[in-house]
């Protein structure tokens, strides 16, 4: 049985890069050389991260720089796609792999931009395609469209930068809120407001990642998060709790070991967790993701499931939720790798 030609896309150039090259590390170090042929691109410099290397190594697929293509079909006028043809030539070469391991977070990969560059090529791609990809990663627009599915949702704003902002109706939000960037991930621009008075420098936090902020009510409780893998068929994943030493899950939280209690499974009632596995598969499914997703939700003391956002790549680390879960339910991370892949090779 031939070998599987596998390109791990990291890096990136968004405030999540670092934790891109760890979930691309990650996933380098536990893809099966003896299954995949496998090589790694950091599309912000366009460097491969791995040397040639014998051919039982597993590691030998030659990669051109995917840079170019990346911003060249960014939508910034006519014409954009012409400077990136003779890149996509390159890539259509016979050496061109049989899927991406797309291992990117935050804008410019995990927003539609990346896939839709793929899409383009011809190349299959793990993860979610090019709309739902960008809706998950735009929080105002994704709340639009899973509210309207029926799901709870912290109640909130959303102001852009450079129009006219409520501040009589922000102001008269009950505190505590979150401002957070709309499309952004990590908790990078991220803000608990405690005192009115902190609200225009959160927001002004918040622009310096996204020309949209949201201003949510913080919602108080036992956080979840319920990981899903499929395309139709879906299979509901562990669900973890998080339980932050800090009582915030920021960036700290998320990616210093030992600075999170993530228990599997998570400590809620059987109705509880039902819901939750509900609310999960119907986020997948209404915002149309395919091979992963994980959704964030809130619990409160009287057993109302807020939903937070929809991840459609959950990062790969050490410390990451869904490997974590995939784990619980005995599905080893380089299993799950596999299924990945066997996911994104399946007709869109």
């Known amino acids: ?94 050496d061109k792999p049989d899927v991406v391991f797309i291992a990117l977070h935050g804008p410019g990969g995990e927003d539609g931009t990346v896939q839709g560059m793929l899409e383009v090529l011809g190349i299959p791609y793990t993860g979610s395609g090019v709309l739902a990809s960008a809706l998950a990663m735009d929080k105002a627009m994704s709340k639009r469209v899973l509210t309207g599915a029926g799901v709870l949702m912290p109640a909130g704003e959303t102001v852009r930068r450079g129009r006219p902002i409520d501040w009589d109706t922000l102001r008269a939000m009950p505190l505590p809120v979150i401002v957070k960037p709309s499309a952004q991930g990590s908790t ?49 994943l562990p669900i973890v709790e998080i339980v932050p030493a800090s009582g915030f899950y920021d960036f700290a939280a998320k990616y210093t070991p030992g600075a999170t209690d993530e228990i599997v499974p998570a400590r809620v009632s059987d109705s509880i967790a039902a819901e939750a596995r509900r609310i999960a598969a119907l986020c997948h499914e209404t915002l149309g993701c395919r091979g992963m997703s994980r959704t964030d939700m809130i619990v409160t003391s009287d057993g109302a499931i807020y939903t937070l956002e929809t991840n459609t790549i959950p990062g790969m680390t050490t410390t990451s939720l869904l490997p974590r879960s995939a784990q619980a339910a005995g599905i080893a991370f380089p299993k799950l790798l596999d299924r990945l892949i066997e996911l994104a090779l399946e007709p869109r």
């Open 1 to 94: 049985m031939s070998r599987i030609k596998v390109a791990v896309l990291m890096g990136g150039s968004s405030a999540e890069r670092d934790v891109s090259l760890s979930t691309g590390k990650q996933i380098l170090n536990a893809l099966d050389p003896n299954q995949y042929i496998v090589s790694a691109i950091d599309t912000a410099t366009g460097n491969r991260l791995l040397p040639a290397a014998p051919a039982a190594e597993g590691r030998t697929l030659p990669i051109v720089s995917l840079t170019a293509d990346v911003h060249a079909l960014t939508p910034v006028g006519g014409g954009a796609a012409i400077e990136a043809l003779p890149e996509l030539s390159r890539v259509r070469a016979e």
């Open 188 to 236: 990078f621009g991220v803000t608990r407001v405690t005192e009115a008075d902190q609200l225009e420098g959160a927001i002004k936090t918040a622009f310096e990642y996204d020309d949209a902020a949201l201003i949510e009510q913080f919602v108080t409780g036992t956080e979840i998060t319920v990981p899903v893998i499929g395309n139709r068929d879906l299979e509901i």
